[in-house]
Nanobody, 119 residues
């Protein structure tokens, strides 16, 4: 079993920065992928960024050049540095961990942290 705890959300103005953190605990496999997804009101949850245990990253086009995902293996923590925030970034941001690889990999979600970008 794996637990994920997000932190760092809040209310910011357009152009501001924010850093989200997600700490994972439990039985975490050596190969895993952690990521951030967001869900805006009335919309489906969608990918923001992912990072594998090997450091390979993937970003949604809408955040490329503005957001950076990183991870600290020693702390089992993944971060999302969010720069030049826009009102359309407003959403609940969820952390996900895919434990292992292949079709049998288990996926775990955090409870989410709200990011509101408004003037």
């Amino acid at each position: 079993q794996v637990q994920l705890e997000e932190s760092g959300g809040g209310l910011v103005q357009p152009g501001d920065t924010l850093r989200l953190s997600c700490a994972a605990s439990g039985n975490i496999f050596g190969f895993n992928t952690m990521g951030w997804y967001c869900q805006a009101p009335g919309k489906e949850r969608e990918l923001v960024a992912t990072i594998t245990s090997g450091g390979t990253t993937n970003y949604a086009d809408s955040v490329k050049g503005r957001f950076t995902i990183s991870r600290d293996h020693a702390k089992n923590t993944v971060y999302l540095q969010m720069n030049i925030l826009k009102p359309e970034d407003t959403a609940v941001y969820y952390c996900k961990l895919r434990n292992g690889g292949g079709v049998s990999a288990m996926e775990y979600w955090g409870k989410g942290t709200l990011v509101t970008v408004s003037s």
